[in-house]
Nanobody, 126 residues
Framework: QVQLVESGGGLVQAGGSLRLSCTVS????????MGWFRQAPGKEREFVAH????????FYADSVKGRFTISRDNAKNTVYLQMNSLKPEDTAVYYC???????????????????WGQGTQVTVSS
């Protein structure tokens, strides 16, 4: 089975930065497109970013465009989410997810992904 483990969350002041990592084991990492999602208390899980197999294509939610950067290192089986200029509204549990066969529409839908990590908490104080 495929296993995803996130790390790098924590408490940061508004305007600060964090880098999340998600390491994948169990299958060929380079076969999966990867996504980051987040879920705040009382809210639905929402799309944050997505990256293609080689890393040549990246996609972002409007709310994080220009502040967050998704990248991957296929040699290390790891996908990253660099988060800059953090805002209190970025506070959430962040999840990485893996899947195949996406379109521009389906990459934003949580149920289209096959595998999920356990999540890592990001808290941004004002």
């Amino acid at each position: 089975q495929v296993q995803l483990v996130e790390s790098g969350g924590g408490l940061v002041q508004a305007g600060g930065s964090l880098r999340l990592s998600c390491t994948v084991s169990g299958r060929t990492f380079s076969s999966y497109r990867m996504g980051w999602f987040r879920q705040a208390p009382g809210k639905e899980r929402e799309f944050v970013a997505h990256i293609t197999l080689s890393g040549g294509g990246t996609f972002y939610a409007d709310s994080v465009k220009g502040r967050f950067t998704i990248s991957r290192d296929n040699a290390k089986n790891t996908v990253y989410l660099q988060m800059n200029s953090l805002k209190p509204e970025d506070t959430a549990v962040y999840y990485c997810a893996a899947g195949t066969g996406f379109t521009i529409l389906t990459m934003k839908r949580p149920h289209e992904y096959d595998y999920w990590g356990q999540g890592t908490q990001v808290t941004v104080s004002s």
